[in-house]
């Protein structure tokens, strides 16, 4: 079947080659004019890559000339080498010190002098993300006894100070204040603070002449930020001896401080210690934790006790602190 089939195409094929041949033999032997010569693709195609070569040219030439902007950097950059080469010459020209003998022999250093202060770190914080992290759940229990001590001596002794306690802070918001701040508040600040977010005027922990306001989340992280902007520099590795450090989380505000002395108490997130500034001794720790604190002014309303010189009084409802060494008018 399929050699039929093969005969029958071959056959049609032959065909029609007869029949053209024969109609162009009968046609007269004129032969039509020659149509224009096509232009080369060869010569189109190099007239096309010629013109993209042209204006890569342009582009590259056009990139290459400095404008205005990139000349005043490149001038600037040159002055700052300069600068820094010519501070270089200095201190290579400074006398190196050398170590003096002791009475044992082994070379000593040369006392150089007081700190220098350096920009302090912690104050240019990294970011990092917002993490919610968990508290240890003793810590807490703990944090919420010693709070339930003072809000329970509050509450039947001195009604007015019991109603400054603000309410519970959120986890949340302790969180991003960590974030933006770059330092882990301690487990017992956040339980305390989880408890009661600040106060609303003068609180418990008043003890000074004045009060003092406790600070909620978003307080501690604004004055963090106001102190950092004032006071941006370090002078080593103890914060006590310096009159803020960033990584000091400051939690409250003694009221009508002499500006001379610094007006917060601070919990240090590098271990948790509580310090205020006693007008004498600077920044000192004054107390290991947070949680030592809320036992100390507990175990003092409860007991008469004093909380570094200052002893519990109420006069119409208020909770005052008055100097231990003096009588109470």
């Not at 960590?178 to 882990?184: K, L, N, P, T, Y």
């Not at 919990?267 to 290991?288: E, H, N, Q, Y």
Request: one cysteine or more; charged letters at 25%; hydrophobic letters at 40%.
């Amino acid at each position: 079947m399929l050699k039929l089939v093969r005969l029958a195409l071959t056959a049609v094929i032959l065909t029609a080659i007869a029949v053209r041949l024969r109609r162009r033999a009968q046609m007269p032997d004129r032969q039509p004019p020659p149509p224009p010569p096509k232009p080369v693709r060869g010569t189109r195609m190099g007239l096309a890559w010629a013109a993209i070569a042209g204006i890569v040219a342009l582009t590259l030439g056009a990139a290459l000339i400095p404008t205005e902007a990139q000349e005043a950097a490149a001038s600037e950059w040159r002055a700052y080498q300069a600068e820094q080469a010519a501070m270089t010459a200095e201190l290579e020209r400074l006398p190196t010190p050398t170590a003096r003998p002791s009475a044992m022999g082994t070379p000593s250093p040369i006392p150089t002098g007081p700190p220098v202060e350096i920009p302090d770190p912690n104050c240019s914080p990294a970011p990092r993300p917002v993490t919610v992290r968990p508290i240890d759940p003793e810590i807490r229990r703990a944090v919420n006894r010693q709070w339930r001590r003072i809000e329970r001596w509050l509450r039947a002794n001195a009604p007015r100070t019991y109603r400054t306690l603000a309410g519970p802070g959120r986890a949340r918001t302790i969180a991003i204040a960590e974030s933006q701040m770059g330092v882990d508040f301690p487990d017992d600040l956040r339980a305390s603070l989880l408890r009661h977010n600040g106060s609303r005027g003068r609180s418990v922990f008043g003890f000074w002449f004045h009060g003092a306001d406790t600070l909620g989340v978003r307080e501690i992280r604004d004055t963090w930020r106001r102190l950092c902007s004032w006071e941006r520099t370090d002078l080593g590795d103890d914060p006590a001896t310096e009159y803020w450090n960033g990584r000091m989380i400051p939690f409250l505000y003694f009221a009508e401080r002499d500006s001379e002395d610094m007006a917060y108490a601070v919990v240090d997130s590098a271990g948790g210690a509580v310090g205020w500034d006693d007008t004498i001794s600077g920044m000192a720790p004054r107390l290991p934790s947070t949680y030592a604190l809320l036992r100390a002014v507990a175990d003092a309303l409860e007991h008469g006790r004093a909380v570094d010189g200052w002893r519990p009084a109420v006069q119409r409802g208020v909770l005052r602190w008055d100097d231990a060494g003096q009588v109470s008018p």
